[in-house]
């Protein structure tokens, strides 16, 4: 990524790595849950880079479906054993059953609880946004562990000025929560509304876990400015664990 850029404090804090950003160092083996739309995979595997590059492995997989992946290694069985051969290799491994579609799908929870126990961090899709920018989830969603410790709620910038048919995942479902119509324009204040809501990126969110927001897709001028006008209206409600990302 070309820039992580924290809200933490009074004034934006320029990070080195995603992991610091989200104040990962502070845990040996995380599990954690990243739920949203608009640039999951990318910041699972930004994630799953820096711990290789630091020599950890890691354990990517997905409570529901996530696209396969093109490169490190590929668990499509649930078999311990060889995850355990794989792992000596310090490189990621991607867990889940293979699909037609290029997807993969969830491996059974009993698979979880297995590697909960490896001491690796253990990083989770547990939302699908068929490729749209923002989505609120629906009653069935997010399909989110119990054991997660730390939960990531993504959202792309790029909604922001689109038409809400356009730009969001089950379009009616999210005019609906934001009370507007399918033909509006989403602003910044429809993205801190999605955010901090319980049935929105927090739904299903235990108290125990901690959470942060992501605002993905910062890639040029107006979109940072965005980024820091959203993470504004969080601060103004007492939430300053937001992240803007871009590249």
């Known amino acids: 990524m070309n820039m992580i850029r924290s809200y933490r404090s009074s004034r934006p804090i320029e990070n080195e ?14 599990i954690i849950s990243i739920v949203g739309a608009g640039g999951k995979t990318t ?10 590059a630091e020599g950890q492995p890691a354990i990517v997989t997905t409570t529901t479906h996530m696209w396969q992946p093109d490169d490190g290694f590929y668990l499509s069985s649930p078999d311990l054993e060889l995850l355990y051969r794989m792992l000596k290799h310090k490189r990621p491994v991607w867990a889940g059953y293979p699909e037609p579609d290029g997807k993969m799908s969830a491996f059974p929870t ?4 297995a590697v909960r126990m490896l001491a690796v961090p253990v990083i989770i899709e ?6 749209q920018p923002l989505k609120v989830p629906g009653a069935h969603e997010p399909a989110l562990w119990g054991k997660t410790m730390v939960l ?8 922001v000025g689109g038409r809400i048919r356009e730009v969001c995942h089950r379009p009616e479902e999210a005019a609906a929560f934001l009370g507007k119509d399918m033909d509006d324009r989403l602003e910044c204040e429809d993205i801190a509304a999605v955010g901090l809501s319980d049935m929105g990126m927090k739904k299903s969110m235990d108290p125990f876990m901690k959470f942060h927001i992501i605002l993905n897709k910062a890639d040029n001028a107006e979109r940072i400015r965005m980024g820091e006008r959203v993470a504004g209206l969080f601060a103004e409600k007492g939430f300053y664990n937001v992240v803007l990302t871009a590249g």
């Open 110 to 113: 009993a698979f979880l609880e």
């Open 126 to 131: 547990a939302d699908g946004a068929k490729g």
């Open 152 to 159: 990531l709620g993504v959202a792309g910038l790029d909604a």
């Open 17 to 30: 790595s995603l992991k610091s950003a989200l104040s990962l160092d502070g845990f040996s083996a995380p």
């Open 43 to 52: 910041i699972i595997r930004q994630l799953a880079r820096e711990y290789e």
